[in-house]
């Protein structure tokens, strides 16, 4: 079989690749070939069920995200070029495994077990900002030039079967067919140099965020315990990541060096930082119960909330360990409740846990956007629905949870405004599209509603989806010529040009990469 053959001569990396024709060559992957990789595997993650777009816990993510990438970018580790090519974007995985990896093309996901299972940002930081540098240090793109001789779609390939070996350590062989598998992994594991560079500048990059380093050490404890307690394939990360002595060495060599040249400014202050711990403990627990760890477990989450005390103190910096926990535990009993459908037992430990965070904006943010949760799937206009100022809504979770209550409470006109706006500064929010394409389908703008429809497919690169919705937005005018739009219809069919021509380019990509 061709795959096997190109497969074992690609075992043989720093070798003299010959004088046979291949696209890379020796030379470095570039940064637009390594993109179109990535966006191959991504098309597959967009349709995998455990792929998981959670906007609470996506602006979580995306508050340690951007300052990560900010110091990247300040200290030169990321380049104009591969800023602009990569997407740079982190998606969540509904998985209770401790993960973080990088894609090619700057891709990289994150499964709720690590988010469950951090004990604060820091930690979280520490491990995105050493698979960030994995990317900036291009080891990604090294590791696919070594696989030079193969075709992009077949490297993909390989990405996604080792993905799914990652993820559910009991389909490893179904996932890649047999003795690919130890071929598969040994070749996109990174080097034991590789680690060390991701260690030093993932170090750096972390700091001068404003994270505090001491994260690093917490998490690669947390590591080592966990390697020795069991190998049970619920911590890929260190199977991919393995520890070294050596490595657990430099980072705390590291660490003293940090705290003699400590005069770096820390992103919080230490009331700062409690409160955050105490938003930490609240999107633990959700990452927890998103990851689906079945009725019982929620019931006994349930159980937990209810036995803290009746009424917490009001917490303020430095909140103590036990207010921390108690305030996850509501937070996190609620939400069981309501994956229970017991919207009246959320809503009950919900109000116990409200006064407690009034002084902690974010944490009491997080309480808000629950409680409309909540009245959605209770089928409930929720009450702040008939006040929200749409425009005031400037993170992703409140444009989409507020724009859903919204709808609710027939006030699609104003949430269609604001997604227009948002849209055009998002164009890859798929979800926000989709939301927009239900708000023109209220106010029975049917080509639009369409158009959005399109637009949301386009963002997670299904483009056939895309030009299918389009021609039916066509179609749709011609039959219908009162619902005619010059403008929109205008728009649509430059859409329908470019979708056609992306998808020309990728036929004419496919035959090449044969
Ligand atoms: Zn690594």
Known sequence: MATATSLSLAQAPGAATGSLPSLGDNSELSAAAERRIGDRIAVSIYRDPDYLDDP??????????????????????????????????????????????????????????????VSNADELAAVLAHELSHVTQRHISRLMTQQNRQAPWMIAAMVLGALAASKNPNAASAAIVGGQAVAVQNQLNFSRDMEREADRVGFGV?????????????????????????????????RSHPLTTERIAEAQSRLQLDAKASAKPSRQSESEAGKARVLH???????????????????????????????????????????????????????????????????????????????IPTASHALGLLSIEIDLLAGVVPPSASSFDMAKATARADVLTQGRALMAAQRAR??????????????????????????????????????AEAESRAAQLDYAAALDRLKAAQAFMRSNPASADYVEGSIIDTRTRQIELVLKEQALQDKVDR
Do not use: C
């Not at 602006?59 to 990569?86: C, H, S, T, V």
């Not at 227009?420 to 029975?444: E, F, I, R």
């Open 414 to 451: 104003e949430v269609s405004g604001r997604l227009q706006t948002w849209v055009a500064s998002h164009p890859k929010d798929a979800a926000a599209w989709q939301l927009l394409a239900a708000a023109y389908g209220n106010q029975n703008q049917t080509v639009r509603s369409i158009r």
């Open 206 to 238: 972390m700091t001068d965020a404003g994270f505090a380093s001491r994260g690093v050490a917490s998490m690669f404890e947390k590591l080592q315990q966990a390697s020795q307690l069991n190998d049970n394939g619920s911590f890929p990360y260190l």
């Open 56 to 117: 609470v816990l996506g602006d979580y993510l995306q508050n340690i995200w951007q300052p990560l990438m900010a110091a990247a970018r300040a200290r030169g580790e990321l380049n104009a070029e591969l800023d602009e090519r990569f997407s740079w974007e982190v998606f969540l995985v509904r998985d209770r495994s401790v993960n973080a990896f990088a894609l090619p093309g700057g891709y990289f996901g994150v499964h709720l077990g690590l988010i469950a299972s």
């Open 281 to 359: 403990a609240m999107m633990a627990l959700r990452a927890r119960i998103l990851a689906g760890p079945g009725v019982d477990a929620l019931r006994s989450m349930v159980a937990e909330a209810q036995r803290r005390p009746a009424s917490l103190p009001l917490l303020q910096s430095p909140a103590t360990a036990a207010n921390i926990r108690d305030a996850g535990a509501l937070y996190g009993g609620a939400l069981a409740a309501t994956q229970l459908r017991d919207f009246a037992g959320a809503r009950t430990l919900l109000a116990r846990l409200k006064p407690a965070v009034a002084e």
